[in-house]
């Protein structure tokens, strides 16, 4: 997806934004204590792709409609999931700027047998696929959760 030059600091924060209150503090942080053009990678639930499951793997159009209308999801094990969009964090913190965005598990969380998913053959297509897909907007938009690549100013 990306590839790391020399000497460059990157810093992840994976699944992390939605489920705290403090994320202008934590992306201004990241802000303060990144090099100039270090690397800021933030995985993020992408609300298209939770609609997505909602409806088609667990017929919960109940939450569909809520998360349509503007409202929050939960996760079981860690709580209330607060939803926003990729360029909110250019706007919190204008220490960075948006390299690149991914879709991540656009089709694989969709894939019901859990049995299929052990086996090596199709573990390597879904992932060409994924792959192949990751960049493309229609696709973008109904993954799972999105990698933001951003760049500090």
Do not use: P
């Not at 409806?55 to 998360?67: I, K, R």
């Amino acid at each position: 997806m990306f590839r790391r030059k020399r000497g460059r600091q990157i810093y992840l924060c994976h699944n992390v934004l939605e489920y705290v209150g403090e994320r202008i503090d934590i992306l201004n942080e990241f802000g303060r204590i990144l090099k100039a053009e270090g690397t800021l990678s933030v995985v993020k639930h992408n609300r298209n792709g939770r609609v997505m499951q909602m409806v088609v793997l667990l017929n919960n159009f109940e939450h569909a409609n809520d998360l349509l209308n503007g409202k929050n999801g939960h996760a079981k094990d860690f709580g209330t999931i607060n939803y926003y969009e990729d360029e909110d964090i250019t706007k919190w913190c204008n220490a960075f700027k948006i390299k690149e965005i991914y879709g991540i598990r656009t089709f694989w969380h969709l894939q019901q047998n859990q049995e299929i998913q052990k086996e090596k053959e199709w573990q390597e297509k879904m992932l060409d696929i994924e792959m192949k897909v990751s960049q493309l907007d229609e696709f973008k938009s109904v993954a799972m959760f999105h990698h933001i690549i951003l760049q500090k100013n």
